[in-house]
């Protein structure tokens, strides 16, 4: 296939987006644009090598934080996968890279209606930081959940925050944590149980409170958000 003077020579096509995240406590000034600039040319190479090859070409995109590679390639969605799962390993440098690769088509003119898909699957790093690469098609399949339990939890531990107990209202958020991620929430939920958790810690900032306690969930909560 060729469009705008570009040939695809390869029946299947999928988006990857791409998020590199510095690795806190190796320097201060670890996030001077150099050191940035660093990671992305590692990356980049990295990616290039993996999916320019005699089954697959790529190219890279950045714009801003956002990060996308274009895969057009020949092999099995399966070894697709083993690639995209290679390449989120063995990053030394100091910063770990996150992918999420959107659905495969065979159309590069329907490509980018599943690009936001890749990006926003990007976002439940935060709930499983120890996972590097994601799949928008498993993502799609996470479903809304009843949100009683998950709200039972969020008011114990608003709770624990009005009350100033700091080692219960951390427990409270940690066991409100656990249940997101055992449960498989999708990121709508997420945010719809962030965002009266920001609206609690609102609150609890503009009284007199615990300032230890304020702090301390907003150090947790800056991890999701």
Do not use: W
Request: proline letters at 1%; aromatic letters at 12%.
């Amino acid at each position: 296939m060729t469009l705008m003077q570009v040939n695809f020579p390869y029946r299947n096509f999928c988006v990857i987006a791409i998020k590199i995240v510095s690795v806190r406590g190796i320097s201060e000034k670890y996030e001077d644009d150099f050191k940035q600039e660093y990671a992305l040319a590692e990356v980049r190479l990295r990616f290039e090598k993996l999916f320019n090859t005699e089954a697959s070409l790529c190219g890279f995109y950045k714009k801003e934080k956002l990060v996308l590679g274009l895969v057009n390639f020949d092999y099995s969605e399966e070894h697709f996968k083993t690639l995209c799962q290679e390449f989120t390993m063995r990053f030394t440098h100091g910063y770990t890279v996150y992918v999420c690769s959107s659905d495969i088509v065979q159309d590069i003119c329907v490509i980018m209606s599943t690009v936001q898909k890749a990006v926003e699957g990007l976002s439940y790093s935060y709930i499983y930081p120890e996972k590097m690469y994601f799949i928008s098609a498993e993502i799609n399949n996470l479903s809304k959940k009843n949100l009683n339990k998950a709200k039972i939890s969020l008011k114990n531990f608003i709770s624990s925050l009005k009350l100033g107990e700091y080692d219960r209202c951390l427990y409270e958020l940690n066991l409100l944590v656990d249940k997101i991620r055992n449960e498989k929430y999708c990121i709508e939920d997420l945010n719809t149980i962030l965002k009266e958790l920001e609206q609690e810690i609102e609150n609890m900032t503009n009284i007199s409170t615990n300032i230890k306690v304020v702090e301390a969930v907003k150090l947790r909560k800056v991890q999701f958000s």
